[in-house]
């Protein structure tokens, strides 16, 4: 399974940016989840948003208000729509996966991923 993450760059506080993790090589009859992590400058990595094969999601409570995630099922395509950005956004964000764990809702906490982007930097200016 591989996965390849685009969208990132940079914005003015107070704009938008949809990133995007397009998964290739894993078969759809598998339990299957994505999610978003992002490390911002001297901190964790941190996960903000996760959804699985049936459309359950995670999403954390500092970005609930602000950050969607969805999926397109028919190009294999996780996003991440993120509205109201602020410098505390930048970050590298990073798409991650795992393939036949079940959970009730997807998990945030990077080891229960075992499948990783590269990262796609987001910086947002004041």
């Known amino acids: 399974v591989q996965l390849v993450e685009l969208g990132g760059g940079s914005v003015q506080s107070g704009g938008s940016l949809r990133l995007s993790c397009r998964v290739s090589?894993?078969?759809?009859?598998?339990?299957?989840?994505m999610g978003w992590f992002r490390q911002r400058p001297g901190k964790e990595r941190e996960g903000i948003a996760a959804?699985?094969?049936?459309?359950?999601?995670s999403v954390a409570d500092s970005v609930k208000d602000r950050f969607i995630i969805s999926r397109d099922n028919g190009d294999n395509t996780m996003y991440l729509q993120m509205n109201s950005l602020t410098p505390e956004d930048t970050a590298m964000y990073y798409c991650?996966?795992?393939?036949?764990?079940?959970?009730?809702?997807?998990?945030?906490?990077?080891?229960?991923?075992?499948?990783w982007g590269q990262g796609t930097q987001v910086t947002v200016s004041s």
């Open positions: 991650a996966g795992r393939v036949g764990r079940w959970h009730q809702y997807p998990p945030l906490v990077q080891n229960e991923y075992d499948i």
């Open positions: 090589g894993y078969s759809r009859q598998q339990y299957f989840y």
């Open positions: 959804i699985d094969i049936v459309d359950a999601t």
